[in-house]
């Protein structure tokens, strides 16, 4: 539907859903605006928001660059940006630096994002910028165990897309009628998603991760194959890639390049025994510990005898 308020003083056309409008409303609500920005569908949205209601001299993205930053994820979000048409400012983060963070028992995200916002803010304020948001929407809110919440909470960051009352499907939508080559992106979560609650995380262990990740879809390419999720887990002493459903079913049926990939994510995480299974959101390794109803399903190949077990948070 067409909507004749005008947000801001953007010179971008309004010509919006209910979805849509409600979401420049909430950006308009909240003043020019720093974006704490990752590359993806989220908060790719929640800067193309933030254009249309400010202009582009007016809205800044600003993304933590530290080891758990994928490389690939970095060129991605250097490309989404100018896309977009805004500054895209590169902070450099550190933060397996905090205890909690580096010793991952279980609330790590909330070390995480106290310590990405808090640099986000800092940066924000020192260019002018009195309001940071996130692309948190309505279904992270509903999550039952997200620590980074709380801290985005107790830092004062606003949330555009949770307070427009967007989930993840309205998110998609609204990034596929503006354009945004973002619309259709998997998600992908920081590399320390990848070690499994318990194991200390490392810049090194990261790095290893990283590579094992970089090699699975080199060697799969190769073949011809296409990959759609793809995760390698540092369990305590083993590793697990899980595969989208038709990578994992290709690979399942050619055990010598199974082999190979086995070998090469070996030999990057510098881990012996290791195991392929299916990809399933929201199942993440915990270093020990029996599997729960949400568990990853059991390898084929177990890496280390025991059962894949629940963990921290979609990954």
């Known amino acids: 539907m067409r909507q004749s308020t005008v947000f801001g003083t953007s010179e971008q056309p309004i010509d919006q859903t209910a979805e849509s409008y409600a979401l420049l409303a909430a950006v308009n609500e909240s003043g ?5 920005f990752s590359g993806g569908v989220d908060s790719a949205v929640v800067l193309a928001a933030g254009v249309r209601v400010w202009g582009a001299a007016r809205t ?29 400012l590169e902070v ?9 963070y ?23 304020t020192e260019r002018g910028f009195g309001a ?28 555009p897309l949770a307070a427009a009352g967007l989930g993840k499907a309205e998110v998609r939508g609204v990034a596929v009628r503006w354009g945004l080559s973002v619309a259709d992106k998997p998600g992908s979560p920081c590399l320390s998603s ?8 490392t810049p090194a262990r990261l790095g290893r991760v990283e590579r094992a990740e970089e090699l699975v879809r080199a060697t799969l390419t190769a073949h011809g194959v296409p990959v759609d999720a ?50 399933r959101a929201g199942a993440v390794a915990t270093a020990s510990g029996p599997g729960g109803a949400d568990a990853a399903p059991t390898p084929r190949r177990p890496a280390d005898g025991r059962p894949a077990t629940r963990g921290e948070r979609p990954a």
């Not at 020019?32 to 704490?36: F, I, M, T």
């Not at 010793?103 to 924000?124: D, M």
């Not at 499994?196 to 995380?201: E, K, L, M």
């Open 194 to 201: 990848r070690v499994a609650v318990g194991v200390p995380v």
């Open 230 to 279: 793809l995760r390698v887990r540092v369990l305590a002493t083993a590793f697990r890639i899980e595969l989208g459903p038709t990578t994992h079913h290709w690979l399942d049926r050619h055990p010598r390049v199974q082999a190979e990939v086995l070998r090469a994510v070996a030999a990057a995480t510098r881990l012996r025994d290791g195991s392929v299974a299916a990809y």
């Open 132 to 159: 940071v948001a996130t692309g948190t929407h309505r279904d992270d809110r509903r999550a039952a165990h997200r620590p980074g919440l709380r801290a985005a909470a107790e830092l004062g960051v606003v949330e």
């Open 60 to 88: 800044l993205a600003v993304i933590a660059d530290s080891p758990a930053l994928a490389r690939s994820e970095l060129h991605g979000a250097r490309r989404t940006a100018a896309e977009i048409g805004v500054e895209l």
């Open 32 to 36: 020019p605006l720093a974006v704490a």
């Open 92 to 100: 450099a983060t550190a933060e397996w630096s905090v205890p909690g």
């Open 102 to 124: 580096r010793e991952n028992a279980g609330n790590r995200c909330y070390f995480c994002k106290h310590t990405v916002l808090s640099r986000v803010l800092e940066v924000a």
